[in-house]
């Protein structure tokens, strides 16, 4: 099998015309302004970005999208990832928009489809996706929200924590990807009965929650909500009744692509900012970058940022690959090159390398600078900051890729967990 990566003009031109925006409106200023301010997040940089039709770019053209394949999405998250290394924009409408927003738009009903998803191709409307609840994270089938069928409406209760985007979302409409109970969990077969809806952010019974003060990505909120007996029609459901973790698990994926490449934008970023200190900066009259202690970790360092960009390279081409073959959700066949699993194994690779390697950076390049990396002159501390959200948890922990890829070594008869 042949893995050509090489961009092609079409690619070349997005590109450019991203960067360009980038580089008027992602500005180091720009960026440092909206992490001190705080959320919500700026609507203009949501409008602009939309306006070159990146953000949900890979849904289809008949459905509002630009009809961008996941190769194209994830070099332009890489881009994102290095104008704003605080990673609030890539987070905010690269994992979250762009990933589940295509996911959303697959399963949705025509109406949410109309009412929310192209507004939100648009930058007119915010959608996310909702899955955490107070009593867990990484174990999405273990939560307690619930829906019980009333007629043509469903009757749902239940809360959501640590969801990104609520004041935003709040403030310019939209919805969240929710997932609850429609019926009990057999035992040892939590997933089942697990049931997926659009959540309208201003439906009555819904009561958005104080955002939380985080350590980093400080223009992109993060808060929850409760649901007390919301009713929702049935054309809001999202795919069929009972399999929510399949679709779940789609939308994880198409997230977690757009957080690994946007974490090589943040690596060549620190890389970028921190070479030319390096080089200027003398210490007992020899330049940092002299000394062989930081020589060999710029080495290493660069060595293992262009080992994730080929990671994912692959592993966005293998689901391009994969969504060709499966065609749209109506006439799904078996895929032919690669089975779904083998592709959620590498975008676990990339989810586990990507976050921890960006950490990794800004961590060294403050320590090469000294005293300088720790101040805000710089990128390194907000890079640091913002991709901990990554690290710690968002779009699933780092020991949960490392689950994902044993048990595809391994065989899902040695899941530790069951």
């Known amino acids: 099998?042949?893995?050509?990566?090489?961009?092609?003009?079409?690619?070349?031109?997005?590109?450019?015309?991203?960067?360009?925006?980038?580089?008027?409106?992602?500005?180091?200023?720009?960026?440092?302004?909206?992490?001190?301010?705080g959320h919500p997040f700026p609507k203009e940089i949501v409008e602009g970005l939309c306006s070159l039709g990146v953000v949900m770019g890979t849904v289809p053209v008949e459905h509002g999208g630009s009809g961008i394949d996941w190769l194209t999405q994830g070099m332009i998250s890489e881009v994102i990832g290095y104008y704003d290394p605080t990673i609030a924009t890539a987070a905010a409408l690269m994992a979250v928009e762009t990933g589940w927003g295509f996911t959303l738009d697959r399963y949705s009903s025509q109406t949410v489809r109309e009412n929310y998803v192209k507004p939100a191709i648009n930058g007119e409307k915010f959608v996310g996706i909702a899955t955490t609840e107070p009593g867990g994270g990484s174990d999405v089938a273990a939560f307690r929200s619930t829906a019980k069928k009333d007629g043509d409406e469903w009757i749902i209760n239940g809360e959501k924590t640590f969801i990104s985007g609520t004041e935003e979302c709040e403030k310019w409409g939209g919805g969240y990807w929710i997932n609850v109970r429609t019926g009990p969990a057999p035992p040892g077969a939590s997933h089942r009965n697990m049931t997926s809806f659009f959540l309208p952010i201003d439906a009555e019974g819904v009561e958005v929650q104080e955002p939380y003060k985080d350590a980093g990505r400080m223009s992109l909120s993060t808060g929850g909500f409760k649901m007390e007996d919301v009713k929702l029609p049935d054309e809001y459901r999202l795919g069929e009744v009972g399999r929510g973790f399949y679709y779940t698990m789609e939308g994880f994926d198409n997230a977690r692509m757009m957080i690994g490449a946007s974490c090589i934008g943040i690596i060549q970023r620190v890389i970028d900012e921190a070479v030319p200190y390096i080089k200027e900066r003398k210490t007992f009259g020899r330049p940092l970058a002299k000394y062989e202690a930081i020589q060999f970790e710029l080495a290493e360092l660069y060595r293992e940022m262009e080992a994730l960009?080929?990671?994912?390279?692959?592993?966005?081409?293998?689901?391009?690959?994969?969504?060709?073959?499966?065609?749209?959700?109506?006439?799904?066949?078996?895929?032919?090159?690669?089975?779904?699993?083998?592709?959620?194994?590498?975008?676990?690779?990339?989810?586990?390398?990507?976050?921890?390697?960006?950490?990794?950076?800004?961590?060294?390049?403050?320590?090469?600078?000294?005293?300088?990396?720790?101040?805000?002159?710089?990128?390194?501390?907000?890079?640091?900051?913002?991709?901990?959200?990554?690290?710690?948890?968002?779009?699933?922990?780092?020991?949960?890729?490392?689950?994902?890829?044993?048990?595809?070594?391994?065989?899902?008869?040695?899941?530790?967990?069951?």
Not at 11 to 22: A, F, G, N, P, T
């Open 1 to 37: 099998m042949v893995f050509d990566f090489t961009e092609t003009e079409n690619q070349k031109l997005m590109i450019k015309s991203v960067r360009e925006w980038c580089e008027r409106y992602l500005t180091f200023e720009q960026v440092r302004e909206m992490d001190d301010r």
């Open 309 to 418: 960009k080929l990671m994912t390279r692959k592993t966005t081409w293998m689901q391009d690959t994969r969504y060709r073959e499966e065609g749209t959700p109506e006439k799904t066949s078996e895929a032919k090159t690669f089975k779904p699993t083998e592709v959620a194994k590498w975008i676990s690779l990339i989810k586990w390398k990507g976050p921890s390697l960006a950490l990794e950076a800004a961590r060294k390049a403050m320590i090469w600078l000294g005293a300088a990396g720790y101040t805000k002159e710089y990128v390194f501390e907000s890079a640091w900051r913002g991709v901990m959200s990554y690290v710690v948890g968002a779009e699933g922990g780092l020991n949960i890729q490392k689950l994902v890829v044993a048990r595809e070594l391994l065989g899902r008869g040695y899941v530790p967990y069951k």
